[in-house]
């Protein structure tokens, strides 16, 4: 889904990138509110966990390939504000270091596969928790239909996008076909490693799911022969316990991380994925413009002089997990410090003091 340069016309181009800068800096104030000492040291590990899995393209169809676009993921674990600017982060790390995605496409894939993916996802995922019973199973189930509509939804905004700024002559209808048919394909893989990721962590985890949050299963009554919830108790004084470190949790992350993407990576499907194999077969790469930085050392995710395919891509992977996490981390502690400081009470303003009444002298009362 990682639209090169030369795609989409300048203009068209142009508005995407103030759609997706404006989209950032809402996301840069709600993810303030989203992250705490449980989701801010996460985030930029989601943000590397996505990097690496998006070096795992799986076939879905002959001669066609898919891999995950991490929008439902980042918005289920960290929060939607947050998880847009998780995936942004992936996508300018692959666009300037690995040559994936065009500079000029960057807003039209921040757009597409940042802001399309979280905010489908993130809604079908509401609505579902609503009404399926309280659990984490539902959690679970509801992440796999949501991951599952956002990836043909943003084949649906990519087909969009194109036929009011695509810079070849092609039928937009047989490239709405194309892309919706193999993505939906591709949103079942999306689905299940969905699943899989955010079941693994509700199971050791659950509070440091952001979409599980008030989820805890109600007590009910059996009355009449019918069940019904049971009264809230009486307020009571909430022992305090201390916070559980989310080190473990982190640690098995990055390790994760760092062995898909150095090692599993290499095992991953070669086939082109949906969109390069709609553009090819559709004719709407004939303008496609060669990468800006595609002399960089680390362009098409290898190392730049080391000729063993093997060893170049698992060290590319690597150095790209090891990128994301540290500026997804910066970013997040640096939100996260700006919310701590806001609400400390030297940024609340002090209440003006009343002036003190004079005692009037007994010798006046008389």
Not at 26 to 40: F, M
Not at 190 to 216: F, N, Q, S
Not at 261 to 289: C, M, N, R, T, W
């Amino acid at each position: 889904m990682h639209v090169p340069d030369g795609f989409i016309d300048v203009p068209v181009s142009a508005a995407a990138g103030v759609v997706a800068a404006g989209a950032v800096a809402v996301s840069l104030k709600g993810a303030r509110r989203e992250l705490d000492e449980r989701t801010a040291p996460l985030a930029g590990l989601v943000a590397a966990f996505i990097f690496a899995v998006q070096m795992l393209n799986f076939p879905v169809a002959a001669g066609t390939s898919g891999h995950l676009l991490g929008g439902a993921l980042a918005a289920i674990l960290v929060g939607p504000f947050t998880g847009v600017l998780c995936v942004s982060v992936v996508l300018l790390m692959q666009g300037v270091l690995f040559a994936d995605g065009g500079l000029t496409a960057l807003g039209v894939n921040i757009s597409d596969m940042a802001i399309v993916t979280t905010v489908v996802a993130y809604l079908a995922f509401r609505g579902l928790v609503k009404v399926l019973p309280r659990g984490r199973r539902s959690v679970t189930v509801a992440s796999f239909v949501a991951a599952l509509l956002s990836v043909p939804a943003a084949a649906v905004a990519f087909t969009l996008i194109y036929a009011i700024g695509g810079t070849t002559d092609v039928s937009i209808g047989k490239v709405a076909t194309a892309m919706v048919g193999v993505h939906i394909l591709i949103g079942i893989g999306e689905a299940a490693i969905t699943a899989l990721t955010v079941g693994a962590v509700i199971a050791v985890r659950p509070d440091l799911v952001y979409g599980a949050r008030g989820l805890t299963q109600r007590l009910q009554l059996r009355i009449g022969g019918e069940l019904v919830d049971a009264p809230a108790p009486a307020a009571a004084p909430v022992p305090v316990t201390a916070a559980r470190s989310t080190r473990p949790v982190w640690i098995a992350g990055i390790v994760a991380s760092l062995v898909l993407a150095g090692f599993v990576s290499f095992y991953a499907s070669a086939d082109p994925d949906g969109l390069e194999k709609v553009a090819h077969d559709k004719g709407i790469d004939k303008k496609a413009e060669e990468h800006a930085t595609a002399d960089s050392p680390l362009a098409d995710y290898g190392v730049e002089d080391i000729t063993d395919s093997r060893l170049s891509g698992g060290l590319a992977g690597v150095i790209g997990v090891g990128v994301t996490v540290v500026a997804g981390t910066g970013v997040f502690w640096a939100l996260r410090r700006r919310r701590t400081s806001d609400a400390s009470p030297a940024a609340v303003p002090a209440e003006p003091a009343v002036p003190a009444v004079p005692e009037t002298p007994a010798s006046e009362k008389a």
